[in-house]
């Protein structure tokens, strides 16, 4: 597998993951609005990807614990709350997807594997493998930050949702992405921001 992580380690970039941003029952929020308010935190190279909770940019250098706070109170502008914001350097997401996680389960047409992203470290260490017989759902292993869930069909053919199992189980406010969209999100990032001056 080629390194992605080496590539983006220079760079600067982040990216914001927004929970509950354009899913049923939740705010909709135009991806214009999301790139003005990070602009307006000082965020350069702002652009959204796949769908507007997954948020690219650059913050100003040695500034990033300020500038994440400057975007949540700019996002409560937009949203009409405080939303849950989850920060990984673009670097620690190629890490995550060069690491391999879920091994050959990539490959298995019948399951579905996820990401879930953490605000914080439970305060209890976190077991794996924990398993959700009825939801035929495993949480398959964690670096305390994220958490890798595997899910298989249930009898009905359908899917559980990972999200609000991982943070009933943890206590930690969580927002989940699937394996396949964080591995694009690597590459888009790998490639788009390469062609930006650092």
Request: glycine share 6%.
């Given at each position: 597998?080629?390194?992605?992580?080496?590539?983006?380690?220079?760079?600067?970039?982040?990216?914001?993951?927004?929970?509950?941003?354009?899913?049923?029952?939740?705010?909709?929020?135009?991806?214009?609005?999301?790139?003005?308010?990070?602009?307006?935190?000082?965020?350069?190279?702002?652009?959204?990807?796949?769908?507007?909770?997954?948020?690219?940019?650059?913050?100003?250098?040695?500034q990033s614990a300020a500038v994440?706070?400057?975007?949540?109170?700019?996002?409560?502008?937009?949203?009409?709350?405080?939303?849950?914001?989850?920060?990984?350097?673009a670097r620690e997401l190629a890490?995550?997807?060069?690491?391999?996680?879920?091994?050959a389960l990539r490959d298995d047409?019948?399951?579905?594997?996820?990401?879930?992203?953490?605000?914080?470290?439970?305060?209890?260490?976190?077991?794996?493998?924990?398993?959700?017989?009825?939801?035929?759902?495993?949480?398959?292993?964690?670096?305390?930050?994220?958490?890798?869930?595997?899910?298989?069909?249930?009898?009905?053919?359908?899917?559980?949702?990972?999200?609000?199992?991982?943070?009933?189980?943890?206590?930690?406010?969580?927002?989940?992405?699937?394996?396949?969209?964080?591995?694009?999100?690597?590459?888009?990032?790998?490639?788009?921001?390469?062609?930006?001056?650092?």
């Amino acid at each position: 597998m080629r390194s992605t992580s080496r590539s983006l380690s220079k760079r600067g970039c982040h990216l914001a993951f927004l929970r509950a941003i354009n899913a049923r029952g939740h705010a909709s929020v135009h991806a214009a609005a999301l790139v003005t308010a990070f602009e307006s935190a000082g965020c350069t190279d702002v652009r959204t990807y796949i769908q507007s909770g997954n948020v690219a940019f650059r913050p100003p250098a040695g500034q990033s614990a300020a500038v994440f706070a400057s975007i949540r109170v700019a996002l409560r502008r937009v949203v009409g709350e405080t939303p849950i914001v989850l920060f990984r350097s673009a670097r620690e997401l190629a890490l995550l997807v060069d690491a391999n996680p879920f091994g050959a389960l990539r490959d298995d047409p019948a399951t579905k594997l996820h990401v879930g992203f953490l605000s914080r470290r439970p305060w209890q260490p976190i077991e794996v493998p924990m398993e959700w017989p009825a939801e035929a759902m495993t949480m398959s292993a964690s670096t305390g930050r994220e958490v890798f869930i595997v899910s298989r069909p249930k009898p009905d053919g359908s899917y559980a949702i990972p999200n609000p199992l991982i943070e009933s189980a943890l206590g930690v406010p969580a927002t989940t992405r699937s394996w396949s969209m964080v591995s694009k999100l690597v590459e888009l990032t790998r490639e788009e921001y390469a062609q930006v001056g650092d």
